[in-house]
């Protein structure tokens, strides 16, 4: 297996659950993915705002850093691992899929940062396979991949939210994953005065509500 081939893979012990094993059939899932530094723990907070829906999953990511964990190096670092890394975590979370015991009726995504930008890179890898992304404070990864040309046409709802006072997103990623965003997504965009690298309560009850029709629509 080549160096771009290689997988980076999930650590089902360390996934975080919203529900056991046999609640989970016959639901949608929702898979949540945290930022660099950080761990599965995070997000996962969020959850008992979100909607009932879904049973929810929190990884890990496979890469550690400092005292938490990342999906790629930071971006400054060099920008062809930072593109491989990531291809190989969306491998990663693939494989974890493909292993669940039993498949979920859909699968969205949401992540912050780092793990929105691995929304968007599974939505890259795999556009048929999931309904929606949401994707907070982050920004697409790299040059055009394999499933672009798919998304452009089937353009899945994405939510991207993000904060004017955000320093750690440059502006010329957020400027390029607006454009990549309108080409290849239905496109939900907010932006919130004065929020920094964070999700604000404003943003979690745009979130909630963005769940809430992509489920409805499944739905009918």
Do not use: C
């Not at 008992?48 to 930071?74: K, N, Q, Y």
């Not at 046409?153 to 965003?181: C, H, K, N, S, Y």
């Not at 290849?184 to 509500?209: C, F, K, N």
Request: hydrophobic share 45%.
């Amino acid at each position: 297996m080549g160096e771009n081939e290689r997988t980076e893979p999930i650590d089902a012990d360390a996934v975080l659950w919203s529900a056991g094993e046999a609640d989970r059939a016959g639901r949608p899932l929702l898979v949540i993915m945290h930022g660099l530094g950080s761990h599965e723990g995070d997000l996962f907070s969020l959850a008992p705002h979100l909607p009932l829906e879904p049973a929810i999953a929190s990884l890990r990511a496979p890469l550690t850093v400092g005292d938490g964990w990342g999906w790629f190096p930071r971006k400054e670092e060099q920008r062809q691992a930072v593109d491989d890394y990531a291809d190989a975590a969306a491998r990663g979370v693939l494989d974890w899929l493909d292993a669940l015991p039993e498949q979920p009726t859909s699968v969205g995504l949401l992540g912050f940062s780092q793990g929105g930008a691995m929304a968007l890179q599974l939505l890259r890898h795999a556009p048929d396979r999931f309904a929606f992304a949401v994707q907070l404070s982050g920004f697409v990864v790299g040059p055009g991949r394999e499933g672009d040309d798919t998304l452009a046409e089937l353009r899945p709802p994405v939510f991207w939210g993000r904060g004017t006072a955000d320093d750690v997103i440059p502006m010329q990623a957020v400027d390029e994953t607006q454009t990549w965003l309108t080409a290849h997504s239905t496109l939900t965009e907010r932006i919130y005065e004065g929020m920094g690298h964070s999700v604000s309560q404003a943003e979690l009850a745009d979130i909630v509500a963005f769940l809430q029709a992509q489920y409805a629509a499944e739905t009918r």
